[in-house]
């Protein structure tokens, strides 16, 4: 049944990005007039196909950005002069996980006016695409694509002319980049590895083995990517300087995403089935991650961001975003959002 639905899902993903190559300049976006000149969490819903802009002073909803006849947007991504977000669109609901995704299936990623939501570009692309992401230095827009025969795909981000294609492993899911932008990450999640690509000459320096289905590998700052294994239950720690697995957290559940919290020495994992939100502190006597304890958010529980000592956590199912305080580790406020929240990034 589940394939079932699966394929059903992907036929109506391809006639609405079908509809999205010819109807792009249908998109609109609701209050138009109000400036996001605020500090703001920008939320992707899912199915909702809009963007909720939250305004962090007041942690309320100021304004939605519909995203007419775009199919399923995913994660988002901020430029680093913070004047635009990118927008994986893979076209088909993943909130249950990533069971079901075909090869030859078409992609796009948006680019957005991150002041007034206004639509830049619309590219589209030849494959899936689980997100689009922001090169460290602003120039450059990469999206991996999501087939058997994986690839990442390298544009300018002025003229969105495509500069350049790597190879990487089986299926590859989420881009992204070390803390100190010299290396891209890609997590293949069909042959259970994460390519490490040198950015300078965008050649695969490295493919490192992970647990089973790895979905994102997370930016920890602290020379450490974080990478999610959904299917093997676990958070691959891979060291940047080595290349390798340092260290393997067992979870006990599907990860949604891991994230490190550098002022508390904390990792963070969300749990979407059972709508929870984990943690893990560092022990320096041990040398390892010892378990902290957990915290219910939402159902769903999915992408993490953190400003400060506040963390923002999409609920998708629930269709809301929890604000917990990072050191009580308690929900303080619960925003209603859109439909099926996932991607989540704050402009600071």
Not at 130 to 151: F, L, V
Not at 160 to 177: C, N, Q, R
Not at 303 to 312: P, Q, R, W
Request: charged share 10%; glycine share 10%.
């Amino acid at each position: 049944m589940k394939n079932i639905h699966s394929k059903l899902n992907l036929v109506v993903a391809t006639i609405l990005g079908s509809i999205a190559l010819v109807s792009c300049s249908s998109n609109n976006t609701n209050n138009t007039n109000t400036a996001i000149t605020y500090k703001t969490a920008y939320v992707i819903n899912g199915t909702g196909n809009s963007v909720s802009v939250i305004n962090l002073a007041t942690n309320q909803v100021t304004k939605t950005i519909s995203l007419t006849d775009i199919g399923y947007p995913h994660h988002v991504a901020l430029s680093p002069d913070k004047t635009k977000i990118a927008i994986g669109v893979p076209g088909m609901d993943l909130s249950n996980g990533h069971d079901g995704i075909m090869a030859g299936m078409p992609g796009q990623f948006l680019v957005l006016n991150a002041v007034t939501g206004e639509m830049v570009k619309s590219q589209n692309l030849p494959a899936m695409c689980h997100n689009a992401i922001y090169s460290p230095d602003g120039t450059e827009i990469w999206a991996a694509q999501m087939e058997d025969m994986g690839k990442v795909l390298v544009y300018n981000a002025s003229t969105y002319a495509l500069k350049k294609t790597i190879d990487v492993g089986m299926m590859p899911l989420e881009v992204s980049f070390s803390s100190d932008g010299m290396m891209a990450f890609v997590c293949n999640s069909g042959d259970n590895t994460v390519s490490a690509i040198n950015m300078t000459d965008k050649t695969v320096m490295a493919t490192i083995p992970v647990g089973n289905e790895p979905v994102g590998a997370w930016q920890g700052g602290d020379n450490k990517m974080y990478v999610d294994n959904e299917v093997g239950q676990s958070i691959s720690i891979i060291d940047v300087n080595t290349m390798t697995v340092g260290e393997t957290v067992t979870l006990g559940f599907m990860p949604g995403m891991a994230m490190r919290q550098n002022d508390m020495n904390e990792l963070w994992v969300t749990d979407p089935t059972n709508g929870k939100l984990h943690w893990w502190t560092w022990d320096n006597s041990m040398g390892m991650y010892m378990v902290g304890g957990n915290v219910t958010v939402g159902s769903g529980a999915h992408a993490i961001a953190f400003n400060g000592m506040t963390a923002y956590i999409t609920n998708q199912t629930a269709g809301t975003v929890s604000v917990l305080d990072v050191m009580t580790h308690t929900v303080t406020k619960t925003i209603t959002v859109g439909a099926k929240p996932n991607g989540i990034v704050l402009k600071l």
